[in-house]
């Protein structure tokens, strides 16, 4: 994998950006957490084209800001004794080594928590089912090493809070959020695990859900003519023409604007897209 430096940024600053402290330690496993979690298709295409791949370092701006977080709460918690910072967890299921590094265990409330600097946006839309997988991988790897967990939290830190928009519904209160997530039995993690790993496992390499690609849905706008915005937004254009024909709109003072998918992941935020045959068969 090659960095490039697009925006001309100082030798200093690129190689800030480009610096990578994944897995320091040289720990060998066949899976992460993160992993498992993921799609199978852009993990698998990466490891493929690993030596083609370029990435921008200023596309790396939000990833090194989150490390360099996660750096200083280890720092600031070395010395509590009730606090265990960034520790790994490996274990052989179903003949793969996995792997699941853990952020803070409280030794008191035996609680995990994960750390994550993201869009407030994602509590806004209380986009967490990804969260919860993951710390419930962690949970149930903690577990088999005899570290005992009665609960899940995940610390958000809204790196684009709008104080103006805090007292808005839903809008988080602070750019600092502690989001519970449940904790699920040791059966429905050994299921979910097992499930996991035989996909990322398999021989085929199963094509991305329309989440893992962070799609948009398909809607179809209701244009007034002399308006730059739509009036409504639907799901077909059969309720589309209704629409207008219930607000008594004429032929001519309309139209029907088709907007498709948008992969927002894939257009935007996939390293591999260049060689990845579903999104190249859509576009």
């Known amino acids: 994998m090659r960095y490039t430096n697009k925006a001309d940024l100082p030798r200093a600053l690129f190689n800030m950006l480009a610096h ?3 897995n320091r330690s040289g ?4 899976f992460s957490a993160t992993t498992l979690i993921d799609a199978v298709q852009p993990k698998r295409l990466f490891k493929e084209h690993w030596k083609e791949i370029e990435e921008d370092v200023i596309d790396r701006l939000w990833s090194v800001f989150g490390t360099a977080v ?7 918690n070395a010395a509590d004794p009730n ?18 590094q853990i952020d803070t265990y409280d030794l008191e409330t035996k609680r995990l928590g994960d750390l994550k600097v993201t869009s407030a946006w994602k509590i806004v839309a209380k986009d967490f089912g990804k969260w919860e997988a993951q710390l419930n991988i962690q949970a149930a790897l903690a577990r088999m090493s005899g570290w005992p967990v009665e609960g899940l939290d995940v610390f958000v830190i809204c790196r684009d809070f709008s104080r103006s928009r805090a007292r808005e519904d839903n809008y988080p209160n602070l750019p600092i959020q502690i989001v519970e997530v449940p904790l699920w039995s040791e059966a429905k993690a050994e299921e979910y695990l097992l499930a996991r790993i035989e996909l990322h496992a398999g021989e085929e390499m199963a094509p991305c859900t329309d989440e893992d690609r962070w799609a948009t849905q398909e809607k179809f706008a209701v244009m007034k003519k002399g308006r730059k915005s739509a009036l409504r937004l639907l799901d077909t254009k059969e309720q589309a023409l209704r629409y207008a024909a219930a607000q008594n709109l004429a032929a001519s003072q309309f139209s029907i604007q088709h907007r498709p998918k948008v992969y927002t992941r894939c257009e935007n935020f996939c390293a591999v897209a260049n060689w990845c045959p579903q999104f190249n068969a859509t576009t």
């Open 20 to 22: 990578d402290t994944y």
């Open 27 to 30: 720990t060998k496993f066949d």
């Open 70 to 76: 996660h750096a200083i709460m280890e720092e600031a």
């Open 83 to 100: 606090i265990v910072c960034e520790k790994r967890f490996v274990h052989e299921i179903a003949g793969k080594i996995i792997s699941a």
